[in-house]
T-cell receptor
């Protein structure tokens, strides 16, 4: 079963930052937080992952709370192409992913 | 890098036939591959985990005799849906991972329609 909870849906104005929260209160010490997104009828696209430190790449930033019980994915300047379902997953490296329901993000012009 | 290719992307078959779906890692060696199924407006559901050279491990409720998985090389895994019926119609997605600290990378999925 999925170990994460996310809001069902969110809206964000184009050009603004999109902040997507994820709760994972039962995360284990060796489990990472992974973020993926899925655009309709495609496979999930990897965005970013982290263990306990904040991470940033060309797509997004990942902020993990000190107790690791929650995290936030930040898309700094949302575009219409960022409209997708975003999944937060916790798992040990190399292990199975159990997807939750994700957050459907709609970027509004 | 880390490209996973899935073939075919779309297939329509008559009820009772068997369908094979291929999943290839194009630029890395995939020690582990995963197969998922996704119904409309639902999330991905893990079906099985496949390690190269070993028998696949199936999730509870997934019929291993119906969904045959072969992972004969470090770059190829196949899922065969045997004696497919309309209720097997779904979006099938594979993912692959190589080194233990590498995240899973997903294929673009195969849409299977059984008439």
């Amino acid at each position: 079963d999925a170990k994460t909870t996310q809001p069902t849906s969110m809206d964000c104005a184009e050009g603004r930052a999109a902040n997507l929260p994820c709760n994972h209160s039962t995360i284990s010490g060796n489990e990472y937080v992974y973020w993926y997104r899925q655009i309709h009828s495609q496979g999930p696209q990897y965005i970013i992952h982290g263990l306990k430190n904040n991470e940033t790449n060309e797509m997004a930033s990942l902020i993990i709370t000190e107790d690791r019980k929650s995290s936030t994915l930040i898309l700094p300047h949302a575009t219409l192409r960022d409209t997708a379902v975003y999944y937060c997953i916790v798992s040990s490296p190399g292990n199975q992913f159990y997807f939750g329901t994700g957050t459907s993000l709609t970027v509004i012009p | 890098g880390a490209v996973v290719s899935q073939h075919p992307s779309w297939v329509i078959c008559k009820s009772g036939t068997s369908v094979k779906i291929e999943c290839r890692s194009l630029d890395f060696q995939a020690t582990t591959m995963f197969w998922y199924r996704q119904f409309p407006k639902q999330s991905l559901m893990l079906m099985a985990t496949s390690n190269e050279g070993s028998k696949a491990t199936y999730e509870q409720g997934v019929e291993k005799d119906k969904f045959l998985i072969n992972h004969a090389s470090l770059t190829l895994s196949t899922l065969t849906v045997t004696s497919a019926h309309p209720e097997d119609s779904s979006f099938y997605i594979c993912s692959a991972t190589g080194q233990v600290d590498q995240p899973q990378h997903f294929g673009d999925g195969t849409r299977l329609s059984i008439l």
